[in-house]
């Protein structure tokens, strides 16, 4: 079993930044790939961010060039940097993690945190 907290949400004004995090417990996160994905209100739950256990990542189209993931094995932590926010980007934001980056970025994975809420003002 993992266990997943995020952090670092919040409130920020347009064109400003975040860093989340996602810190795992109970096995080690660098044994999964790990997808960050966000739900606005009436919406559905789409993957943003996703990095592989090597450590290649992929991105939602819109967030591209904007935001970056990356991993601290040695935290057993993942990020999430978000810079040159919108206010399209406000949203509960979650990570998650499986042993296959197939079911990360499909949204299938096998752990999920319970989110942290990103607001983005204009």
């Known amino acids: 079993q993992v266990q997943l907290v995020e952090s670092g949400g919040g409130l920020v004004q347009a064109g400003g930044s975040l860093r989340l995090s996602c810190a795992a417990s109970?096995?080690?996160?660098?044994?999964?790939?790990v997808g960050w994905y966000r739900q606005a209100p009436g919406n559905r739950r789409d993957l943003v961010a996703g990095?592989?256990?090597?450590?290649?990542?992929d991105y939602a189209g819109s967030v591209k060039g904007r935001f970056t993931i990356s991993r601290d094995n040695a935290k057993n932590t993942v990020y999430l940097q978000m810079n040159s926010l919108k206010p399209e980007d406000t949203a509960v934001y979650y990570c998650?993690?499986?042993?296959?980056?197939?079911?990360?970025?499909?949204?299938?994975?096998?752990?999920w945190g319970q989110g942290t809420q990103v607001t983005v003002s204009s």
């Open positions: 990095i592989s256990v090597g450590g290649s990542t």
């Open positions: 998650a993690a499986d042993a296959s980056f197939v079911e990360v970025t499909a949204g299938t994975s096998d752990y």
């Open positions: 109970g096995r080690p996160l660098s044994s999964y790939a």
